[in-house]
């Protein structure tokens, strides 16, 4: 019997930034924003991603004001409107905190959490938390990554900020892990942790892998980022043979598809 229980997770990706790294701001305005939450609800993702600030190397910072006010209103607004789960897309404490009271459910931290009091506005709450790893910081980091063993860092950083969670009695329901594919890595880093992508889903809490559009599958393909959608399902797809748990995509219809497929021969 073909089972769909137990789906791996579709995310997508709503970046509410005049700079975003793939979709150019087009959703800067609040009202295409919304559209473009509809649009993520309505082809089939359980979770919606939401960032007022670019992690692109070189993008422009943002004030803890301006994040709050981009990313506040459209929360409030799809909380109202979809039965979907929020995850906030920050690095900054603040802004967790007015997420949170906003109705945010995860939060997805490209910084794991080592930000100024991130730690402990998550852990006065009830939300998920996302740990991603990154060497060095996003303006850098692909100037010159460097591992003696990627795999290995990987995973000893990420079980160091698991533990920083759990002993601050964010429980461990609540944590999510992520090796963070193209943050502080090369090419090569990238295929590596994908490779071995089992000794972060073993460790036993659910992986998030985020590969949708980014350079690694350029610098495979030789294509711009309008033409890496059929580059992202591959990784994706080997991302859920692996065990994978949710996949953060900007092409959320065709990738709700391929895990239904996956799932149905794994
Ligand atoms: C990831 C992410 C980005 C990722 C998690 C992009 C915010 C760059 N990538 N969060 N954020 N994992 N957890 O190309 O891989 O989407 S931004």
Redesign the pocket.
């Known amino acids: 019997m073909l089972s769909q229980d137990n789906l791996p997770k579709v995310m997508g ?1 709503l970046n509410i930034t005049p700079d975003s ?2 979709d150019g701001g087009n959703f800067f305005s609040s009202k295409s924003a919304f559209e473009q939450a509809r649009i993520i609800f309505e082809e089939g993702a359980d979770i919606i ?1 939401i ?1 007022g600030e ?3 190397p070189g993008a422009k910072p943002v004030s803890i004001q301006e994040e709050i006010d981009r990313v506040i209103p459209i929360i409030e607004q799809i909380r109202t409107e979809f039965p979907i789960s929020i995850s906030v ?1 920050t690095s900054k404490s603040a802004v967790m905190c007015e997420a949170i009271k906003a109705g945010a459910d995860i939060i ?1 931290d ?1 910084m794991a959490l080592q930000g100024e009091n991130s730690l402990a506005v998550v852990a006065n709450s009830k939300v998920k938390v ?1 740990l ?1 790893h990154m060497q060095g910081k996003p303006k850098t980091m692909q100037t010159n990554p460097n591992y003696n063993d990627v795999v290995g860092e990987v995973k000893t950083f990420l079980l160091e900020r698991v533990k920083a969670c759990i002993d601050i009695d964010i429980t461990e329901d609540r944590i999510i892990i ?1 090796p ?4 502080g890595k090369t090419l090569e880093n990238n295929l590596t942790l994908m490779r071995y992508l089992v000794e972060f889903t073993k460790i036993g809490y659910p992986v ?7 350079s690694m599958l350029g610098e495979i393909l030789n294509k711009p980022v309008t033409e890496r959608l059929s580059g992202g399902i591959a990784l994706a797809v080997l991302a859920v043979e692996r065990g994978a748990e949710i996949i ?1 995509t ?1 092409d959320v219809a065709t990738t709700v598809d391929a895990i239904k497929i996956t799932q149905a021969v794994i």
């Open positions: 990706i790294f793939s991603d960032g670019s992690s692109r897309d997805n490209i996302c991603m992520d963070g594919f193209g943050f998030l892998v985020g590969v949708s559009r980014k953060r900007h």
